[in-house]
């Protein structure tokens, strides 16, 4: 029988028997298993991070992948813990919005609130579960084991702002996802949207301290040298960067910061709303 890969994305580091006990647990259940570590450094109970890791990394694992991600401020609360099956892979941890966005962009096909105690240890920790229940539960599923035998299925995951763009006349509403080392203003917009309202080689940002005209090019490089541009990333998300530069600093972007995009015939729409420093790229 052929086992899929599991991931594992959490923020319990490495100096802890915390990684090791889950990565047991799955062995014991599934001996055969083959064990991916996307991290262990997200920042503590940042599920924003877990989720944008998560979301880069997935798509580059084999179909059928199960990708168990344990990023929890909320372990022991009401919350759920849910298994998601999409059109290519599984995902397995806490409704919190740590699997929203890689489970969106994979495509949601069903969703299991995980409930049935058959597929978890037999002794479950209020503070632990990323070992009792999450690492079992994906085991269990390497197996063979259905999805409908997990629990019942339910229609809606948590999705945070972070996982989710409004569309405001002509205008996309989104966020500023992550700011990597190099000071890359990474957005959750990605190709797909800019295309829905029309945007090509041009356009509009604000963002909270700054107003932005922006070519879009396909490299860094391909600006000037501390100029400004637009880049889809290599994960596919909207950038806003600064060739040798950092974007984050030039215009005090903040992670979780609304991000507003037009294009070049509604950019009055964001433009005109307040004094904001603005910055041009032709």
Known sequence: MHYPVISLTTDF?????YVAEMKAVILSICPDATIVDITHEINKFNVRMGAFILASASPYFPERTIHV????PGVGMRRKAVLIRTKR???VGPDNGVLALAAKNDGIEHIYEITSRKVMLSKISSTFHGR???APVSAHLAKGKPPKQFGTEIRQIVTPAFATITKKKEVLIGEVLHI???GNIITNLRQKELEFIG??????ARLKNAKLKLRIHKTYADAKAQEPLAVMGSHGFLEISI????????FKAEISGEVAISSIGHHNEIFDSDNRKEASCQ
């Open 199 to 204: 945007i090509k080689g041009l356009l509009f």
């Open 69 to 72: 991600a344990v990023v929890d």
């Open 13 to 17: 580091g490495l100096r802890d028997p």
């Open 180 to 182: 990597d080392g190099f």
């Open 89 to 91: 892979a599984f995902y």
């Open 132 to 134: 009792d229940i999450f």
């Open 243 to 250: 060739n040798q530069g950092s974007a984050a600093e030039a």
